[in-house]
């Protein structure tokens, strides 16, 4: 069963237009850990946050922020005032307790157009 | 900077010929970590080294192997690739405090004519 599902595959939006990510998961353990990765064109995966399953506290960084709400098992990504630079495929991910893989979803390409 | 570095970047091979592809790390963790990603898909784990002590994932093909000569280096061969291994492959470290927070390398993207 897929562990973590990213349904939009593509979004597409104007600079300065705000874009939220969406990220379902799916665990039966109690401790987990959820990530997200921004991967550019250039190839690398550039991770940008890690939550715990104990801290449900929203987070902000700059333009990015994140909403983690347990009770629908999402742990959402927007990008505020989007830029050209934020053109890539962004990745959710999933690591269960004592498990050193990470459960990716399958991306969402976000294209930011001038 | 301590980082994760992936040589070459790109690499071309034909089929059937044995490739190596290396990754070095300047972090110092315990954890290495190779993963494929084949075009418009998410990366999938190989194999992973805790120090010395490797973990092969069971639906990884045995034409896949690798080597962790020290806690630096990591060696990813393909003995006999084919044309559904082209694909970019992707190195990561973590360290064995905090195992799940994976640093990635630059990843080397073959070609298989």
């Known amino acids: 069963a897929q562990k973590v599902t990213q349904a939009q595959t593509e979004i597409s939006v104007v600079e300065k237009e705000d874009v939220t990510l969406d990220c379902v998961y799916e665990?039966?353990?109690?401790?987990?850990?959820l990530f997200w990765y921004k991967q550019p064109p250039s190839g690398e995966l550039v991770f940008l946050i890690r939550?715990?399953?104990?801290?449900?506290q929203n987070e902000i960084s700059g333009r990015y922020s994140w909403n983690f709400q347990k009770s629908t098992s999402s742990f959402n990504f927007t990008i505020t005032a989007s830029q050209v630079v934020d053109s890539a495929v962004y990745f959710c991910?999933?690591?269960?307790?004592?498990?050193?893989?990470?459960?990716f979803g399958a991306g969402t390409t976000v294209t930011v157009r001038a | 900077d301590a980082m994760v570095i992936q040589n070459p970047r790109y690499q071309v091979t034909q089929f059937g010929k044995p490739v190596t592809l290396s990754c070095s790390q300047t972090?110092?963790?315990?954890?290495m970590y190779w993963y494929q990603q084949k075009s418009s898909q998410a990366p999938k784990l190989l194999f992973h080294y805790y120090d010395k002590d490797f973990n092969n994932e069971a639906d990884t093909p045995d034409n896949f192997q690798s080597r962790r000569p020290n806690t630096s280096f990591c060696f990813l061969d393909i003995r006999s690739p084919g044309l559904g291994d082209a694909a970019m492959y992707l190195c990561?470290?973590?360290?064995?405090?905090?195992?799940?927070?994976?640093?990635f390398g630059p990843g080397t993207r073959l070609t298989v004519l």
């Open positions: 991910a999933l690591s269960e307790a004592d498990d050193y893989k990470l459960s």
């Open positions: 972090l110092n963790h315990n954890v």
């Open positions: 939550r715990n399953s104990f801290d449900e």
């Open positions: 665990t039966r353990d109690t401790t987990y850990y």
């Open positions: 990561a470290t973590s360290p064995q405090s905090s195992y799940n927070e994976q640093f």
